[in-house]
């Protein structure tokens, strides 16, 4: 099997006036590489909060007591826990220099996801509104114009428990499953699985993230071509809630 992971070209900065499935497109088309059947689009969050108007302007918030509370104990700005407070569900822990919370969305991660880079001065991003309706509408609008059955996921850059360093996460799918249960199947002893559940959408973001870079890469698109399981996966219905570990399984905050 060989995958293949496109950078798309030609992104520019974008607002709130942009239309973000039509400059994919046309950045596919000004690339030259065409969309195939099975072809995965994977969107930095960033640009999706960006076209959605979405920003926090940070020098604007008041800290609130618990903010300031907060702020002490992992000597961060005031005014960031606050916006980190505004975007969370709960805190989860506290540690240096990061909060880990529960986000609107439903995600347990650092700093609630909100991301300070790549935006102006006193500006910050938080996760997209709702992920999963952006990459459906994305979905959509690329197989109209395409007539081809894709993937779309949004991601996001997240650290993991227990290990240093970020890496690619889902946080929005459109077209494809999150999650890949392959409970039932045969090892290569023909033994059956009985626990195994992928997280495709995740190791999918993951290979992307290696092409987005963090610093000044300007790849905030990758496509990537030759994943062999795109059919097994094709859910048109499928969102990111699949791969959510509801709290009562999550062993380390009850």
């Known amino acids: 099997m060989t995958i293949e992971l496109i950078g798309l070209e ?4 974008v607002d709130d006036t942009s239309d ?3 400059i994919i497109k046309d950045a596919i088309d000004k690339q030259g590489c065409s969309i195939k059947h099975g072809d995965i689009i994977l969107i930095a969050e960033t640009l999706i909060s960006k076209s959605e108007g979405n920003f926090i302007k940070i020098n604007d918030l008041t800290p609130s007591e618990e903010a300031l509370e907060l702020s002490e104990k992992c000597k961060k700005n ?3 826990v606050q916006a980190i407070l505004n975007e969370s569900n709960e805190v989860v822990e506290v540690g240096p220099n990061f909060i880990i919370t529960e986000t609107k969305q439903g995600f347990v991660c650092a700093n609630a996801g909100i991301d300070e880079s790549n935006v102006g001065d006193g500006l910050a991003t938080p996760m997209p509104l709702n992920p999963d309706k952006s990459a459906f509408e994305i979905r959509e609008f690329l197989e109209d114009a ?4 894709i993937g779309v996921i949004i991601t996001d850059t ?3 428990a227990f290990r240093f360093g970020a890496i690619g996460t889902a946080i929005g799918c459109s077209g494809i499953s999150s999650l890949w249960r392959r409970v039932g199947e045969k090892d290569l002893y023909g033994r059956e699985l009985e626990t195994t559940e992928i997280a495709t ?3 999918l973001a993951a290979a992307a993230s290696l092409i987005m870079g963090q610093a000044d890469e300007g790849l905030p698109v990758v ?3 030759g994943f062999g399981s795109f059919d097994t996966l094709r859910n048109v219905d499928a969102t990111i809630d699949d791969i959510k570990m509801p709290k009562e399984f999550d062993v380390f905050r009850k």
Request: hydrophobic content about 35%; cysteine-free.
């Open 146 to 149: 395409f007539e081809e059955e």
């Open 201 to 203: 959408a995740d190791e």
């Open 223 to 225: 496509l990537i071509r």
């Open 78 to 80: 005031p005014k960031l």
């Open 10 to 13: 030609n992104i520019p900065i």
């Open 20 to 22: 973000i499935s039509q």
């Open 158 to 160: 997240q650290g993991r």
